[in-house]
């Protein structure tokens, strides 16, 4: 009887077990199949997920937005190297342009802050202001130099011609901005052959027997390789960096863009006037072909002086951005370790280089205005190859225009280059110039204003400061400070106190007075370098009333009885200038050791920087 009842069950059981495996599939949501899904997906969405058409002005921004980089980057790979440079480079100033507007926002806030905020109610010169001040100055030049670096091209130049300006910046900048006379930015191989296939339709390899793409020295707008012509003569090639004339207006729209906003936010720091006259100038730095006329004419003016070697430049193998000439070897100008290694004489250096430099400014007018002297490094070997307007400092250095060494009568030789920036001076200013020195040796106060304001200077006594940077009257040197600093410290001193005025004087100047200033200040830094060895001031001096004489006779008639009136009044005059400026001299002299006394007996601060000054 069980035996039914149990089969029953058991039937029961799997009657249950099998409806449930029937029934969970089919409550299992299973995924559609691809043809479900393209069917589902091209139904009308339901009216909750209903899309809004969008405007016309979203759509246009989006299609520009996917478009134009599409449509850059195929216009980029389809062009030719030149046009894919230009595209690079506006890409590049952008960047430049951001980068220059950051820097001069960071350094315009940083000193308003400062003497707003931090230094309000502080005394101007006690040392918490100074020392502030101090600090605000090391993170602006610090920013400048950063900026300058990454730009690179024109602003690593204008930053090297800050560094000319010692007498008037304050020393945290002349230090940093050092940096940048010895910064060298190189650029590969391929971009070389690049400018030689635009300029000349060949490899520089077809050109020269040999030809060193390792570049020897970099400037701010070159690098220089040194060659070997098909016959034999060593030359030094000075090739421009590719993009540096395609990106020229855009870096001075930026810089002048800057200046202004600076002049805006410091109405006393206005010098977007002086990169508007000069920008003219410096765009013939970029002209080779020019420097190479330049380095011609300077031979031909200085060819009397038997000390001075301009390297010959080799025109066949020269265009607009690349310049081939002799190759020269020497030390820089102020690497007084080298200079001596050779056996010659800093006194003899310094005082042909004040010669040489005063001609072109008392007499010729054609005036070399990038005399910068570089840093003085020395490689393994003890000195410094050169070549067309570049020295070598181990493998590798940046551009030094004057190089030594030892000429065929054994005494130093100097060697003239980088011939691309240059000014003349009419002879009207000249003989102005010439007049002014003049008259400050014989203390004329009358003749210095008459001729400051031949020159458009109003502030005669300033300017003459400027231009001796020193002061022009011992009584003075006595009321000032300079007995407890160093010349320059003198100066940066009374360029804060007069800073406006100064500004002044400078607008005022003829435009190519402001290159000549450079010039003479470099000279007076090269001779500061050397240790001082001749009395720069004695010198110019001397030359600056030659020129006048020189030119005075060049203008009037040669007949023989005023010939013979003009010689005896012109002697008599330079007779009477060599007194007063040996008597100027004797003073200072005296002047001089009084110090020293002073300082040894303890009633004055020792100041031996002082004293070498005065005694010099």
């Not at 035996?3 to 599939?25: A, E, G, R």
């Not at 918490?128 to 001040?133: D, H, K, Q, S």
């Amino acid at each position: 009887m069980l035996l039914p009842h149990v089969t029953l069950c058991h039937s029961f059981t799997l009657q249950k077990l099998c409806h449930f495996h029937w029934v969970l599939p089919q409550s299992r949501k299973l995924p559609p199949s691809p043809a479900a899904f393209l069917r589902r997906s091209l139904r009308a969405p339901p009216s909750r997920w209903y899309w809004r058409p969008q405007p016309l002005w979203k759509k246009v921004l989006s299609a520009m937005a996917v478009g134009a980089p599409l449509l850059l980057g195929a216009c980029y790979l389809t062009a030719e190297p030149p046009e894919k440079r230009r595209m690079r480079l506006v890409a590049e100033g952008v960047g430049r342009f951001c980068r220059s507007l950051r820097v001069g926002l960071r350094i315009s806030l940083d000193y308003w802050w400062c003497t707003n905020v931090i230094l309000r109610g502080i005394e101007e010169n006690s040392p918490g202001y100074l020392e502030v001040m101090s600090a605000c100055h090391q993170r602006a030049a610090d920013a400048l130099v950063a900026g300058a670096i990454s730009n690179g091209g024109l602003y690593v130049k204008l930053g090297q011609g800050l560094c000319s300006f010692n007498h008037l910046l304050p020393p945290e900048y002349i230090r940093t901005l050092r940096v940048l006379e010895d910064r060298a930015l190189t650029r590969g191989f391929q971009e070389v052959d690049e400018l030689f296939l635009e300029d000349f339709q060949a490899p520089p390899h077809k050109l020269f027997q040999e030809f060193e793409y390792q570049p020897i020295a970099a400037a701010s707008l070159a690098q220089v390789h040194r060659a070997r012509l098909h016959d034999g003569t060593a030359v030094a090639v000075k090739v421009q960096y590719i993009d540096l004339r395609d990106r020229f207006d855009g870096d001075i729209h930026t810089l002048e863009l800057l200046l202004r906003l600076v002049e805006f936010m410091h109405p006393s720091f206005g010098f977007s006037w002086v990169l508007q006259d000069l920008k003219g100038t410096l765009a013939q730095e970029l002209d080779f072909e020019n420097e190479g006329r330049n380095a011609e004419r300077c031979a031909r003016d200085l060819q009397h002086f038997h000390y001075i070697m301009v390297p010959r430049v080799h025109w066949d193998t020269s265009s607009k951005r690349v310049l081939t000439a002799e190759f020269c070897e020497g030390c820089k100008v102020n690497d007084v370790e080298a200079i001596k290694s050779m056996g010659l004489a800093t006194q003899d250096i310094a005082e042909k280089l004040i010669q040489a430099f005063a001609e072109q400014i008392f007499y010729t007018g054609f005036i070399h205005s990038d005399p910068h002297p570089g840093n003085g490094k020395r490689n393994p070997r003890g000195w410094s190859g050169c070549e067309c307007g570049h020295g070598l400092a181990g493998s590798q250095c940046a551009v030094s225009p004057v190089l030594v060494r030892k000429g065929p009568d054994g005494k130093a030789q100097l060697v003239l280059l980088d011939h691309g920036l240059y000014q003349f001076l009419d002879e009207k200013d000249r003989s102005a110039l010439c007049q002014l020195w003049r008259a400050i040796i014989l203390r004329d106060d009358a003749a210095m204003k008459a001729h400051a304001a031949s020159l458009g200077v109003r502030d005669y006594l300033l300017f003459s400061e400027v231009l001796m940077q020193r002061p022009v009257r011992l009584g003075q040197l006595w009321r000032s400070h300079l007995l407890s600093r160093e010349e320059a410290a003198y100066m940066q001193a009374m360029a804060r106190e007069h800073f406006e005025d100064i500004m002044a004087v400078l607008k005022a100047l003829p435009r190519p007075m402001l290159l000549v200033l450079r010039n003479v200040n470099t000279v007076r830094a090269i001779n500061t370098a050397l240790g001082t060895p001749v009395d720069r001031y004695f010198l110019m001096a001397k030359s600056a009333v030659r020129g006048w004489s020189r030119l005075v006779s060049e203008a009037q008639p040669s007949v023989y009885g005023t010939s013979l009136l003009r010689h005896a009044r012109e002697v008599w005059e330079m007779l009477k200038f060599e007194v007063a400026l040996r008597l100027e001299t004797l003073s200072m002299r005296l002047t001089a050791l009084l110090v020293q006394v002073l300082a040894h007996l303890g009633l004055m601060p020792s100041t031996e920087g002082l004293y070498e000054y005065l005694a010099t």
